[in-house]
């Protein structure tokens, strides 16, 4: 997988991500909190299915290996 997500994007992602699940184990949300995984998880990884399949990128090019 190429990375298609830049810093700023991912800083968002892991914030929001953890706030939804700290809310959603803290009980101050319901369950649909848990959803916060999926943003934490993407910004891990730098990769994200939903701007692939858009043709969005919020990262650098990397320069082409020789």
């Known amino acids: 997988m190429e990375c298609n997500m830049g810093g700023a994007d991912r800083a968002i992602r892991i914030v929001v991500g953890l706030a939804l699940m700290v809310a959603a184990f803290l009980h101050l949300i319901g369950v649909w909190g848990w959803i916060g995984i999926v943003p934490f998880a993407?910004?891990?990884?730098?990769?994200?299915?939903?701007?692939?399949?858009?043709?969005?990128?919020?990262?650098?090019?990397?320069?082409a290996s020789s």
């Open 42 to 63: 993407t910004a891990l990884v730098r990769f994200c299915p939903a701007y692939k399949l858009l043709g969005i990128r919020t990262c650098a090019r990397q320069p």
